[in-house]
């Protein structure tokens, strides 16, 4: 009742007005799809997204969130296919165990 009455009185309804983590890119890396999926973290946008591998019929997935937070969703995109990259080029299909 407590907290009605300040959402109330600051005008949230409980709900987070941040747009939710949906795909921004899609990039393809030495055989490897990147899909940047930054989401919102406290007004700024936080580095996520995933890396997946399709062999046959089978899709391997690793899917990773970092600490990083950027001032804007292109900026964290752009940061998390720039280390997307790097890590399929260290890493390559250990990446998935």
């Known amino acids: 009742m407590l ?37 919102p973290a406290g007004g700024q946008w936080q580095v996520a997204g995933r890396i997946e591998k399709t062999e046959g019929d089978e899709t391997r997935v690793h899917t990773f969130i970092r600490a990083d937070t950027l001032p804007d969703q292109d900026s964290a995109a752009n940061e998390m296919i720039r280390k997307a990259k790097m890590m399929i080029d260290q890493q390559r299909d250990t990446l998935f165990d």
């Not at 990039?27 to 999926?37: F, L, P, Q, R, S």
């Open 3 to 39: 907290g009605n009455m300040f959402k109330s009185l600051f005008g949230g309804s409980g709900e987070s007005k941040e747009k939710s983590a949906s795909p921004v890119e899609t990039v393809d890396h030495e055989g490897y799809t990147i899909i940047a999926e930054p989401r």
